[in-house]
């Protein structure tokens, strides 16, 4: 089981940048894919990208393809979510999230606590 940690999160104005971190615990790691979910309010969680246990095929959701990228660092036991060109639907709870398939987000079953993202003029 794995253990996740967001951090990053913030109020930043329409067009503005965030990184968002997540920092795991526990021995699956490096061979668990890794992705990122949110959940804005009155809406249900969604899919924003996941990425594989090697870093080598990543996924997107079509709102966020272009202005989002997803990497990690199996070193450091962390996952980050760059995120460029926000926009107020982008506000959200966004999630950490470990699973066994990265195109499957079905697949994805332990996640963090979340860390808010608030894009606001």
């Known amino acids: 089981q794995v253990q996740l940690v967001e951090s990053g999160g913030g109020l930043v104005q329409p067009g503005g940048s965030l990184r968002l971190s997540c920092a795991a615990s526990g021995r699956t790691f490096s061979w668990s894919a890794m992705g990122w979910f949110r959940q804005a309010p009155g809406k249900e969680r969604e899919f924003v990208s996941t990425?594989?246990?090697?870093?080598?095929?990543?996924y997107y959701a079509d709102s966020v393809k272009g202005r989002f990228t997803i990497s990690r660092d199996n070193a450091k036991n962390t996952v980050f979510l760059q995120m460029n060109h926000l926009n107020p639907e982008d506000t959200a709870v966004y999630y950490c999230?470990?699973?066994?398939?990265?195109?499957?987000?079905?697949?994805?079953?332990?996640w963090g606590q979340g860390t808010q993202v608030t894009v606001s003029s």
């Open positions: 990425i594989t246990w090697d870093g080598g095929t990543t």
């Open positions: 999230a470990s699973g066994k398939v990265a195109a499957v987000p079905s697949s994805f079953s332990s």
